[in-house]
């Protein structure tokens, strides 16, 4: 699961980790308002603003309607009303949103931490996540603060620091040393870096997380650490024991239809293709949609009906592959194990008459115990459903309703 | 002979009382699984489908000398159960379970190498030596007995390869579903070496999905063990997009490595037969042999 740059800046806190202090807003209105007391708590009189949306390049990416950035410098009270007012409620296309983008609903109205000093503001890399080769955390960090992490990691690899933390005994704090004096930090800098890896890696440890992304990592003009922006992925296996950040889910940052799916509890993920698709098994369940795109369609969805497919997760898969409008065709894919073909396919036939009027073309291809029985409920039961049993069969059949469109 | 499990496996199942342990247990003993017990905690002293259960796997190992053990605790308690399954000495343990924390075998799994134990899954559908023996979900009667050694990430994928390698006149030595989490026990490269070294079997079908990098890894070990034996290789998630998570808790592309295309290309580079399509595994795998399919 993600959340938003702000409630993840609000975990970080909690485990001490120092940040860039800000206050979410979700009208032009409150946005004021959440500035003066900025100004009032934090002394700052310049203000950054920033759309909160799950998604990276934020700052380069644009408001539909208004032209403005995603990420602004406010240098006044009034351009925090003026700048909030063409963020909110605008829709934002960054490389990471896809061109339709996304609706502002939140704006993160926050200090601005750049100010002049003795020193010169600096930003680092700095990253906790889960390295699946080693089964081990790592910790990734780089003086090249505030770029694309992959590109640096690309044409300057001596520049990606990285330090793998023991499973079974935690963080040291000699650890973080070592990242703080590669990063090339000295005096109280050093020292505040130190704690900061020390309380991010508590707070990446104590969220069950699998990813915290702290870019940039800001030193101050006044040696302070802080982190400027977060981005933190959660482990949804793990979302029971931590309640209170299961609470922070946004339902609306997710596809509705995939929501639906969920409370079905079906395993669905929308893509943009016109053959719909319904299996048993994630990894099946992938193959098919690549099969698809094999006899030239372009899967329109990944679905996961899981072991225990019947008459009511066929129903509940149908009922949501058909909502999603550019679908011109269906494949059920179920290989048949415990569960005997012949009552999937009954129960195909059961779910198809109790919606009623499904126009397009439907394949259904049942392999395993009892397979060709399947076929015959299936070719007997007069609907416009056509049977296959092996997958060749099927691809072919695919092949075959996607010329006749 | 062939790997992990046969026909003197003494299997325990570890949450033999609930659902699907019971539900299980009973289609393993009726493939003919030397299933010797059971264990649930609070439990012990009682009988379930006719076999003992116990309330810790220690009495279990005591008992009935069980070296295997399959594992169907829900998913908040199945760390502690893989752990307890080593520290009481079994070896072979194979966990079924889906949707472990990260955290959790983050922890279990250098415990458990300590301990000497080989860990399969979780999230997997088990190990089977047809003939001999099933521990795990798999229909059995899909893996006809005969040559072919399966490693895959999916399970009913398993079942579709199986299934075609049949119907291609061969038949499967032992098939290891190692499972789709981020972490797992046992990864493609060493349950291929598994099979590389076992003289019952004389080709093996690969079968990985999108992340990670265990697919590579294995290609790359198999080159340079000499491509002693022909390897099919089939990855599932061509067509899905980065940084979606696709059903399994591992099967997400993070990086340009973890492609579906990345990963074919490596197995090509390293000699591998590869599957396009997966209606093709069968067929691809008859001509790495060359029999007629």
């Excluded at chain 1, 500035?35 to 203000?47: F, I, P």
């Excluded at chain 2, 009382?17 to 393993?28: D, I, L, P, R, V």
């Excluded at chain 2, 605790?73 to 399954?85: G, R, T």
């Excluded at chain 2, 067509?239 to 592309?253: F, L, S, Y």
Aim: aromatic fraction near 6%; include cysteine; charged fraction near 25%.
């Amino acid at each position: 699961m993600n959340i938003h740059e702000y409630q993840a800046k609000e975990v970080l806190k909690s485990y001490g980790v120092k940040i860039q202090e800000g206050i979410v807003a979700d009208t032009p209105e409150d946005a004021l308002e959440a500035a003066k007391k900025l100004n009032a708590e934090t002394g700052t009189s310049w203000y950054v603003l920033k759309a909160q949306i799950h998604a990276g390049g934020r700052g380069k990416g644009e408001v539909k309607e208004t032209g403005s950035r995603g990420v602004v410098l406010a240098k006044s009270l009034d351009q925090v009303s003026e700048i909030s007012g063409k963020i909110l409620g605008g829709t934002l296309v960054t490389i990471q949103t896809g061109a339709e983008g996304k609706k502002v609903k939140k704006i993160l109205v926050a200090q601005d931490v750049y100010y002049p000093g003795d020193g010169q503001p600096k930003e680092y890399y700095l990253s906790i996540l889960l390295d699946r080769a080693t089964g081990s955390n790592v910790i990734m960090a780089s003086t090249e603060g505030g770029m694309d992490i992959e590109e640096v990691a690309e044409s300057t690899p001596e520049k990606i620091i990285k330090e793998w933390v023991d499973p079974l005994l935690g963080i040291q704090p000699y650890q973080a040393r070592k990242v703080a004096f590669k990063l090339g930090l000295k005096g109280n800098s050093f020292k505040e870096m130190v704690k900061f890896i020390m309380n991010l890696y508590a707070a990446y440890d104590g969220s069950d997380a699998s990813q915290f992304e702290i870019n940039p990592v800001l030193k101050t003009s006044d040696d302070q650490i802080l982190a400027v922006d977060a981005k933190v992925n959660l482990d949804d296996n793990a979302l029971y024991r931590n309640k209170n950040l299961a609470a922070l889910r946004d339902l609306d940052e997710e596809d509705p239809l995939e929501v639906e799916a969920g409370e079905s509890g079906l395993n669905y993920v929308k893509l943009d293709g016109n053959v719909g698709c319904m299996v048993n098994g994630a990894g099946l369940a992938m193959a098919t949609m690549d099969m698809i795109k094999l006899s030239g369609g372009e899967p329109a969805n990944f679905l996961d009906v899981g072991g225990g497919a019947n008459a009511q997760t066929v129903e509940a898969g149908f009922r949501i592959i058909l909502k999603d409008p550019k679908v011109k065709a269906i494949l059920i894919n179920v290989f048949g194990g415990i569960v005997r073909c012949d009552r999937i396919a009954s129960g195909v036939v059961e779910a198809y008459k109790s919606i009623g009027n499904i126009d397009i073309p439907i394949i259904v291809r049942l392999q395993g115990t009892n397979a060709e029985e399947g076929a015959k409920i299936i070719d007997q039961s007069g609907l416009k459903v056509t049977s296959a049993i092996t997958l060749k069969e099927a691809a072919e059949k695919v092949q075959q309703v996607l010329q006749n469109l | 002979m062939s790997v992990l499990v046969n026909k003197n496996s003494k299997v325990i199942v570890q949450g033999f009382t609930g659902n699907e342990g019971s539900f299980h247990a009973q289609q393993m003993i009726e493939y003919g699984t030397n299933v010797v017990g059971g264990v649930t905690p609070s439990k012990g002293g009682s009988t379930h489908l006719g076999k003992p259960v116990f309330n810790t796997v220690e009495d279990a190992v005591k008992a009935t000398g069980a070296d295997t053990s399959i594992i169907f605790v829900p998913p908040a308690f199945a760390a502690d159960a893989i752990m307890e399954a080593a520290d009481a000495g079994i070896k072979v343990i194979i966990t079924i379970t889906e949707g472990i924390p990260v955290k959790d075998m983050m922890k279990a799994k250098p415990y458990i190498k300590k301990k000497g134990a080989t860990l399969i899954g979780p999230n997997c559908p088990g190990v089977i030596t047809p003939g001999e023996a099933k521990v795990g979900i798999m229909p059995g009667f899909v893996f006809r007995q005969g040559r072919v050694g399966v490693v895959s990430k999916s399970g009913t994928l398993t079942y579709e390869a199986a299934d075609q390698i049949s119907k291609a006149g061969l038949g499967i030595s032992t098939a290891i579903g190692i499972g789709g989490d981020p972490i797992i026990g046992t990864s493609t490269k060493e349950a291929v070496q598994l099979l590389m070294e076992d003289p019952e079997t004389d080709a093996i079908v690969m079968i990985g999905e999108i992340g990670g990098n265990y697919e590579a890894e294995a290609a790359k070990w198999i080159k340079e063990n000499g491509n002693k034996k022909p390897v099919v290789g089939f990855i599932a998630g061509q067509t899905a997009p980065p940084g979606r998570r696709m059903g399994h808790a591992g099967a997400i592309v993070g990086g340009k490595d973890d492609t579906a295309e990345a990963k074919i290309r490596i197995m090509k580079e390293n000699g591998i037969y590869v599957a396009e399509s997966p209606g093709e595994i069968g067929e691809v795998m008859a001509k790495a042999l060359g029999v007629d399919a």
